[in-house]
């Protein structure tokens, strides 16, 4: 599975970005699409995952409420929609993509990973 990450880039606090992650390879119809991000000097930190079938998602408790993550099977497309941001919003944000049907919120847990794009939230 290969994914390629795009959307990040310059906002002001209080705006909206939406991430897109296109996903190709076998068996992507069987995974769990995840959004992770990381901060310089921190650990990966859990977002949000959603079932390729859309009908489970899961949220970190810093975004529950602000973003929202959606799925167009038809363009194996994961969308990250961002809104309310924050500075402390400011990370890379990375897709990753679990083989299997089951959700997870821990790095170790994905298969495949994302380039990454930045995202950065002005105050």
């Known amino acids: 599975v290969q994914l390629q990450a795009s959307g990040g880039g310059l906002v002001q606090a209080g705006g909206s970005l939406r991430l897109s992650c296109a996903a190709s390879?076998?068996?992507?119809?069987?995974?769990?699409m995840g959004w992770f991000r990381q901060v310089p000097g921190k650990e990966r930190e859990f977002v949000a995952c959603i079932s390729w079938s859309a009908d489970r998602t899961y949220y970190g408790d810093s975004v529950k409420g602000r973003f929202t993550v959606s799925m167009a099977n038809a363009k194996n497309t994961v969308y990250l929609q961002m809104s309310s941001l924050k500075p402390e919003d400011t990370a890379v944000y990375y897709c990753?993509?679990?083989?299997?049907?089951?959700?997870?919120?821990?790095?170790?847990?994905?298969?495949?990973w994302g380039q990454g794009t930045q995202v950065t939230v002005s105050s």
């Open positions: 390879g076998r068996s992507i119809i069987t995974s769990v």
């Open positions: 990753a993509a679990r083989n299997t049907i089951l959700v997870a919120t821990t790095p170790g847990s994905y298969d495949y």
